[in-house]
Each structure stands twice: as structure tokens, then as C-alpha cells.
């Protein structure tokens, strides 16, 4: 099961900031928070990640609580093609060989409106 | 450009065939996993590959086989045992811990199978 709940859908304005929450209530200390979206009928894209500190990429940025049980991914200026399922996973990065599974819920569907 | 290319891009089979979805990578990644998504769902796990000549069952690998016989290739075999292949298949691939600093995943842009 994934380690994370995500609200099914939610809609925002071209232009504006958009705003997606994620709960990860049972999050590890050596786990980071991962984004990722997936736009139609397309592969999953990696946005942004993070562990403790809030994280800014040409994507996006990504606020996370500060007892890490939470965390935001912030689309400054939505635009028409952000229109995608968003996913939020939490993983470890393994220092050495060993198994890991990428766990996937359900998402986000976000719809960017003109 | 280096990435991940996976083909056909849409697949039908009759009921009863084995179909084998191409997975392949020019990114000298060493781990490499295929995923399965159903309409409105996330992605389930079916195979996963850490290195050459060694993979592992995910979630739900019945009815499917795989082989890692190079590093750049990972072909997934959709068998007559599968009792509902039609789907959208997903190859990935990431770094081995110690390989990059960056440690997401890269996926393809999936396989649509359809049984008939």
C-alpha cells in the first residue's frame, strides 16, 4: 500500500499557484518525499524531491512540515499542459544493494482551467 | 539524448498468445522495473531488475516472465496465464545508490496492450 494520501482532484486557474497537498503521517527518518506526474497515456515524470528542507527546481517547489509528516508541491504559475495525475511517494535511498519498490496510490488529478 | 524507449507503443493480442513488451535503456542504469496501470489507478510493481542476469517478483508477476540478460534491455512476456493483460504497461530505470546523486526514476512512455 502506498504511504501516502493525496486528495483524488483538484482544480486551478491558468496562471495562478497550484498547490498539492500530500499526508505522510508514517514517513521514516531516511525517507524522502518524491513528486512525480503523469500526463495522459504518458510515463511518469520525475518534478522534485526532498528530505527536511523545502526544495525549488525550474518545476516547482516543495514545502515540507517541519516533523515531516506533510508536505506541499507548488506549481507557481499553472499553466494549461500542468493538467496531470501528480503523485506523491516516499522512499529511502538505499547506501547499498538491497531491494526497493516504488509504491504509486492513486494521486492527484490536477486541471489547469483557462 | 539518453532515455528510455519502450515499443510497440500499442499491442493487440488474441487470447491465448504470449506477447513480449521492449524495454530499452541508454542511460547505464543498473535497476530496472516494469509497472502495470489500469485505468484510474496507480502504478502496481510486476518485475523488478537490480542488476544483470538477477531480477525479482513485484506485486503481481503472475502470469508474467522477464529476462536481464544485458543492462540496456529488459523485455517483459505477457503469457497466457494472465487472466486480464489489457493495460498500460511502464518500464523504468534508476541509478544504483552510489552511481548518481540524483535518484529518480526515469520511466518510458509505456506500452498499451490490448487483448482481442
Known amino acids: 500500500d502506498a504511504k501516502t494520501t493525496q486528495p483524488p482532484s483538484m482544480d486551478c486557474a491558468e496562471g495562478r499557484a497550484a498547490n498539492l497537498p500530500c499526508n505522510h503521517s508514517?514517513?521514516?527518518?531516511?525517507?524522502?518525499v518524491y513528486w512525480y506526474r503523469q500526463i495522459h497515456s504518458q510515463g511518469p515524470q520525475y518534478i522534485i524531491h526532498g528530505l527536511k528542507n523545502n526544495e525549488t527546481n525550474e518545476m516547482a517547489s516543495l514545502i515540507i512540515t517541519e516533523d515531516r509528516k506533510s508536505s506541499t508541491l507548488i506549481l507557481p504559475h499553472a499553466t494549461l499542459r500542468d493538467t496531470a495525475v501528480y503523485y506523491c511517494?516516499?522512499?529511502?535511498?538505499?547506501?547499498?544493494?538491497?531491494?526497493?519498490?516504488?509504491?504509486f496510490g492513486k494521486g492527484t488529478k490536477l486541471t489547469v482551467n483557462p | 539524448d539518453g532515455g528510455i524507449t519502450q515499443s510497440p507503443k500499442y499491442l493487440f493480442r488474441k487470447e491465448g498468445q504470449n506477447v513480449t513488451l521492449s524495454c530499452e535503456q541508454n542511460l547505464n542504469h543498473d535497476a530496472m522495473y516494469w509497472y502495470r496501470q489500469d485505468p484510474g489507478q496507480g502504478l502496481r510493481l510486476i518485475y523488478y531488475?537490480?542488476?544483470?542476469?538477477?531480477?525479482q517478483k513485484g506485486d503481481i508477476a503472475e502470469g508474467y516472465s522477464v529476462s536481464r540478460e544485458k543492462k540496456e534491455s529488459f523485455p517483459l512476456t505477457v503469457t497466457s496465464a494472465q487472466k486480464n493483460p489489457t493495460a498500460f504497461y511502464l518500464c523504468?530505470?534508476?541509478?544504483?545508490?552510489?552511481?548518481?546523486?540524483?535518484?529518480?526514476?526515469?520511466f518510458g512512455s509505456g506500452t498499451r496492450l490490448t487483448v482481442v
Open positions: 523504468a530505470s534508476r541509478y544504483s545508490p552510489g552511481q548518481q546523486t540524483n535518484y529518480g526514476y526515469t
Open positions: 511517494i516516499v522512499r529511502a535511498h538505499l547506501v547499498q544493494g538491497g531491494s526497493e519498490k516504488l509504491v
Open positions: 531488475s537490480q542488476i544483470v542476469n538477477d531480477f
Open positions: 508514517t514517513i521514516s527518518g531516511n525517507e524522502y
